[in-house]
């Protein structure tokens, strides 16, 4: 499971040269520019002055680009290494979230703060590396740059919001918050409840056991909950992705892993077999219909896709457990 994320293909980032780190830089600056264009293109009909903010950090990045590519034409010459984020550890990949036909405005600007987070801390550890000076001032100025761009996104809060909203709007701290915990916390509350369905399920129809049942349940919570905890620990250490201590992550992610497969386990604790089968199963739809709501809500997934995903996925898991316990 560590190697969905420890990937052995992937460069680590202290071992890129210069050349790379200015290669890697180039495309990182196009495919934000390329993302803050798309925001652009679908906010404009409805809030045009969110478009001129977008256009404007796309031109801003494009400018970036261009630096970039005069200082790494006069060091290295005319061929660029083709080097991407994805190819390199402690990057995670971003979805897509600019193609949804409806960007809630929340999202964007999470998604701003995010990304220009991510620059930030990018060119702050490229210029570490780096001893040429050149290079090592148009990387910290970059990283400057980057830092004021965080604050892009709180512009949308004053073209959209009035005073009392504003009163209440996410600041850092709880982007920073969404980023280390809530993000973590959801993906693990995702995979513990649908992974542990199968096990369950079988066990309480294999055995018409509830107590037998109920250790199966609280052993594959525990389990995916330790497992998921350290993937998460070791997807990235958060310099790069500016996503917080390793640790932290890997206890939300654990932690809600683990009380996702309790959630239909706990049940088995009921004497009676039926009973505690029954209010498992009202449980088993409670959880991936509260899922799909919760993907939707909090990780930019469509709802529709979100119960086709989450409700028609739990739901196969779930017969499959009870098909392998009648066997």
Do not use: C
């Amino acid at each position: 499971m560590l190697n969905r994320f420890w990937d052995p293909n992937k460069r680590d980032f202290n071992t890129l040269t210069e050349q790379e780190i200015l290669s890697l830089a180039i495309s990182a600056e196009e495919e934000d520019g390329r993302i803050y264009a798309a925001y652009a293109d679908r906010v404009r009909s409805h809030f045009p002055a969110s478009a001129k903010v977008f256009d404007g950090m796309a031109g801003e990045e494009d400018q970036h680009r261009r630096w970039l590519l005069a200082l790494y034409q006069q060091k290295f010459g005319e061929t660029l290494i083709p080097i991407r984020r994805e190819h390199v550890r402690g990057f995670l990949s971003r979805k897509p979230v600019w193609l949804m036909r409806n960007l809630p405005i929340e999202t964007i600007r999470q998604q701003v703060w995010e990304m220009e987070e991510s620059a930030w801390r990018f060119y702050t550890e490229a210029a570490k590396l780096t001893h040429d000076v050149a290079t090592r001032k148009l990387l910290g100025d970059l990283a400057v740059a980057e830092q004021k761009h965080k604050h892009e996104a709180d512009t949308l809060e004053k073209v959209h919001l009035g005073e009392v909203e504003k009163e209440d709007e996410t600041t850092e701290e709880k982007r920073q918050f969404v980023l280390t915990y809530v993000q973590p916390g959801l993906a693990g509350l995702m995979d513990g409840s649908v992974s542990t369905l199968a096990p369950v399920f079988a066990a309480a129809f294999a055995t018409g056991s509830t107590w037998e049942t109920f250790l199966v349940g609280l052993a594959a919570s525990v389990g995916a909950g330790i497992s998921m905890g350290f993937t998460e620990a070791a997807s990235d250490d958060g310099k790069l992705t500016g996503r917080g201590s390793p640790i932290k992550r890997g206890f939300a992610a654990g932690i809600m892993t683990t009380i996702g497969g309790l959630g239909h386990a706990l049940p088995y604790l009921i004497h009676d077999f039926f009973t505690a089968t029954s209010v498992a199963i009202a449980v088993v739809l409670v959880e991936l219909w509260a899922i799909a709501y919760i993907q939707s809500k909090y990780m930019s997934t469509p709802f529709w896709r979100a119960v086709m995903q989450v409700v028609l996925g739990g739901s196969l898991v779930f017969a499959a457990g009870i098909l392998i316990g009648n066997a």
